[in-house]
């Protein structure tokens, strides 16, 4: 039985891995600390399907979430990985 992608799915925004050496930027470009950033668990099943395409995700990473808009067109958003 072959496992569902959660991205698939049309109510799952597109979801990315921040690579380490543009986390930096991102945090200085929206003023923010990565502590302070909106969280997401490692058992959550969009970062599951994220591994099988970037590998392991450590505690700490970056995700970036784009999400469509009928008014804004796009909206991006980050969120920091935490523990369980």
Known sequence: MAKFN????ELVP????????????IL??????????????????VLRVLERKYGHIPIGSIIKIVRKS??????VTYRVVIRD
């Open 70 to 75: 009928h008014t804004a067109g796009r909206i």
């Open 14 to 25: 597109e979801h990315y891995l921040v690579p380490v050496e543009e986390e930096e930027e």
């Open 6 to 9: 959660v991205l698939e799915h």
């Open 28 to 45: 200085k470009s929206i003023g923010i600390k990565k502590e302070n950033l909106p969280k997401i668990r490692k058992s959550d099943p």
